[in-house]
């Protein structure tokens, strides 16, 4: 059993940067691969960026170079530093025990001027 809860989502200025949390609660959480998604309103949910339980990663092309997952296993804690932020990045975004029904509750992001 894991719970996710995310936290970190803000306003923020195009441009500017943002870095989102995810604290899992359990015992196992270092063998998990983790994912951030986001979905802004009226749109389909989109995989944002996973990360394997080695630490590997990979990025959807939109955020590529600009976004970095990252983990800390001691922390039970998932991170996503969001940089150079875009307009087309406000949504809500989730945290996900990647390949399974585990959610965060979602935490805001909402780039504008």
């Known amino acids: 059993q894991v719970q996710l809860v995310e936290s970190g989502g803000d306003l923020v200025q195009p441009g500017g940067s943002l870095r989102l949390s995810c604290a899992a609660s359990?015992?196992?959480?270092?063998?998990?691969?983790m994912a951030w998604y986001r979905q802004a309103p009226g749109k389909q949910r989109e995989l944002v960026a996973t990360?394997?339980?080695?630490?590997?990663?990979n990025y959807a092309s939109s955020v590529k170079g600009r976004f970095t997952i990252s983990r800390d296993n001691a922390k039970n804690t998932v991170y996503l530093q969001m940089n150079s932020l875009k307009p087309e990045d406000t949504a809500v975004y989730y945290c996900?025990?990647?390949?399974?029904?585990?959610w965060g509750q979602g935490t805001q992001v909402t780039v504008s001027s």
């Open positions: 359990g015992s196992i959480f270092s063998i998990y691969a």
């Open positions: 990360i394997t339980s080695s630490g590997s990663t």
């Open positions: 996900a025990v990647q390949y399974s029904s585990y």
